[in-house]
């Protein structure tokens, strides 16, 4: 019998890498991206690529309309995008965003018979996001169990995290190993629709760093 996982895919360096991860492992993929009427939204077409580029099995873009949510850079658009570095948690954190994507891949899997969900989260080179922690995600799987119908008869659910201790050189590496075309990929918090990322964002300071502490080129088109 196969094996099957829901890979959450924003579309990003991380989550391309987590679904080249999965493929290497021998599941079976069904990405999932969220439309969440995020300002970058081009990390939905993005998505699309990466989806394509690896031919998953199935790939379900679902809107759940997160734009009054005022307190978030990253749905109200009238907050600046940090440009400099950030101290504690920045204002691009979105409230309860990777618990509303893994209850929607929760249910995906119970309703295809799929017990692995992958989300590549990262606490290592990360932007101090409380939902990318690793006890968080613990906690996430624990309370999965409680909930699903596959737990309670015997089939558990496994979040996977390959990212979770990874410095983003690392991940970058093993992506690179994978045959991951990183080109696809979009980082940035304030990408146009035309996909050039600023460069200034956390985000894109996060990626430009790995890629240099790699020694290898950053594919990404650049403002």
């Known amino acids: 019998m196969s094996k099957k996982a829901i890979i959450l895919l ?10 080249a991860i999965a493929k290497k492992e021998k599941y079976d993929c069904y990405a999932l991206s969220v439309n969440y009427h995020q300002r970058h939204n081009y990390e939905l077409v993005a998505a699309k690529n990466i989806a394509n580029f690896f031919s998953v099995k199935d790939l379900k873009e679902v809107e759940i309309d997160l734009s009054w949510l ?10 600046n995008i940090p440009e400099n570095p950030s101290t ?37 080179d990360y932007s101090g996001y409380p939902d990318c922690r690793e006890e968080y995600i613990k906690s996430f799987q624990n309370m999965a169990n ?3 119908k596959k737990a309670v008869e015997g089939d558990l ?5 390959p990212l979770i201790n990874l410095s983003k ?14 080109s696809l990929t ?13 460069g ?24």
């Open 200 to 223: 200034k964002c956390d985000s894109c300071r996060l990626r430009k760093a790995g890629f240099k502490d790699a020694g290898l080129p950053d594919p990404t088109r650049y403002l």
């Open 169 to 182: 050189k690392e991940i970058i590496q093993k992506g690179v190993e994978l045959g991951v075309d990183y």
């Open 88 to 124: 504690g948690i920045p204002v691009t954190y979105v409230p309860a965003r990777n618990t509303i994507m893994m209850s929607l891949a929760m249910a995906w899997a119970e309703s295809i018979d799929c017990t692995n969900i992958f989300i590549g989260v990262n606490a290592v």
């Open 186 to 198: 979009i980082s940035c918090y304030q990408v146009t629709s035309e996909g050039l990322a600023c």
């Open 157 to 161: 659910i496994k979040i996977h995290t």
């Open 10 to 19: 924003s579309g990003g360096l991380d989550s391309a890498t987590s679904l």
């Open 146 to 148: 409680l909930a699903t």
């Open 70 to 79: 005022q307190n978030s850079a990253l749905t109200n658009k009238s907050l």
